[in-house]
């Protein structure tokens, strides 16, 4: 361990303590409310109706992913809770949950707004393993060195998960921005990413939102592009990089307040230390499902109680 490594003390810790017991009940994921909702309402289309809705779908995959288990485990595991709790409802079977998590409407749940309340949002990506390389491509050929994954983006606000998708691993960061900005209907007052983000349309997309503290850093060979001597507002990224060009760019980091971006490397650890950096569908649809399922796990989790932690001297 290093010298100067800093120890943190949780001074909540009973409450954060339940809040961790309170993740292995099923009463936090499966509830009265849930149950009601558990049937499909009629479609109003012709043909045959589906029986289970969208909800009980997403409740299934979230329940095998909490408890670590497989669909047909889950299907299991969900009827003998059923039975304890006394409930008749029938639970999806496995193939069921397969074929509609494919183009599933996943509910993503996050704490509501009060009215006028303004944000401040990061926003990154990591990598996300896709599971298996298939048996006969292993044997004939060993373990690829390289490995297939897809990329997570997260907009993160006040520890909770406000807006995500999944794509290739060949998608830019800065081609997926708008649409996480678009996911969040409250006013964003501020917005943090690294440099991968400074993209002309990421400025575009911030000021269409009518967003102006954007908290990224210009890269090193960047130019003013609006002067000061044009009848214009000023760009956000000009006014970052002449306050980098007055002192240096670590103080522009510290004195604008970029380092709130390490509140989404924070969540990106928390997510894979909790549910794991792999995704265990094949299909990229079933992905998205998945990685959408599990986003929204993260944010029930945090809406149980977050450890407040303090450094000990």
């Known amino acids: 361990m290093g010298k100067n490594k800093k120890k943190y003390k949780i001074k909540n810790w009973p409450d954060y303590n339940e809040s961790l017991k309170q993740r292995g009940t099923i009463e936090v994921w499966i509830n009265d409310d849930i149950l ?16 289970y809705s969208d909800l009980a779908i997403q409740i299934v995959l979230q329940v095998g992913k909490v408890f670590h288990q497989k669909l047909r485990q889950t299907e299991g595991l969900l009827e003998n809770v059923f039975r304890l709790m006394k ?5 999806p079977d496995y193939s069921t949950v397969s074929r509609r998590s494919a183009n599933l409407n996943v509910l993503l749940t996050k704490e509501a707004k009060k009215k006028g309340e303004k944000l401040i949002v990061v926003i990154d990506s990591t990598g996300l393993k896709v599971y298996g390389e298939g048996e006969w491509k292993v044997r004939q050929h060993g373990v690829s060195k390289r490995r297939t994954w897809r990329k997570a983006h997260l907009m993160v606000a006040n520890g909770e998960i406000r807006a995500a998708e999944l794509t290739k691993n060949n998608i830019a960061d800065c081609d997926v921005f708008e649409n996480l900005l678009n996911q969040e209907k409250g006013k964003i007052d501020t917005v ?3 440099g991968g983000y400074d993209r002309g349309k990421v400025y575009q997309a911030c000021l269409k939102r009518k967003i102006k503290n954007i908290l990224i850093p210009p890269q090193e060979n960047a130019k003013i592009k609006l ?6 507002e000023p760009h956000p990224r000009d006014e970052n990089l ?7 760019r670590k103080r522009w980091k510290e004195e604008s307040g970029y380092h709130i971006r390490s509140l989404a490397e924070t969540m990106m650890f928390r997510f894979k230390a909790i549910l794991g950096d792999k995704l265990n569908a094949r299909k990229l649809e079933n992905q998205v499902t998945e990685f959408l399922t599990s986003v929204s796990i993260m944010n029930k989790i945090t809406s149980l109680g977050m450890p ?3 450094v000990v001297i």
């Open 36 to 51: 009601d909702k558990w049937k499909a309402l009629p479609s109003g289309r012709p043909g045959a109706q589906p029986v």
């Open 87 to 91: 409930v008749k409802l029938s639970v």
């Open 192 to 194: 943090a990413g690294d």
């Open 227 to 232: 002067h000061g001597n044009l009848n214009s």
């Open 242 to 248: 002449r306050q980098i060009r007055k002192t240096t």
């Open 308 to 310: 407040d932690s303090y």
